[in-house]
């Protein structure tokens, strides 16, 4: 029976490691929670305004400022641009928050294993 002390006392140790870790991983999540929380309405205000400014500049493309065109169209390109730059960012955010997620899965599931055994 010694020889399953030394183990049980090492098990001990790999549990005690994997609740340390979870606890300075916890932070991170709430941290990647808030970033996610700050960026979605951002890029949810960058879609209301396109949806509010798109029909407003095809009545003035369609009205009687053609001289106007250029910089209408400019505009549009710099409401697309800035969609186009806030997607990839929520996207980042959303898959390294599944990751974190999954990853704290796993210690939880690991650290029950290792309570178990």
Partial sequence: MTGM???????????EDIRK????????????RELRERVNPAADQVRRLQEQITPILEQIRKSSFPNRQEEL???????????????????????????????L?????????????
């Fill in 5 to 15: 002390g030394a183990s049980g006392e090492s098990w001990r140790k790999i549990q």
């Fill in 21 to 32: 870790l979870l606890n300075q991983m916890s932070p991170a999540a709430e941290q990647m």
């Fill in 73 to 103: 169209e400019k505009l549009r390109e710099s409401v697309e641009q800035l969609r186009e730059e806030m997607t990839p960012i929520t996207g980042q955010i959303d898959a390294l928050n599944r990751q974190h997620d999954e990853l």
């Fill in 105 to 117: 899965k796993k210690l939880k599931e690991l650290e029950e294993r290792i309570g178990r055994a």
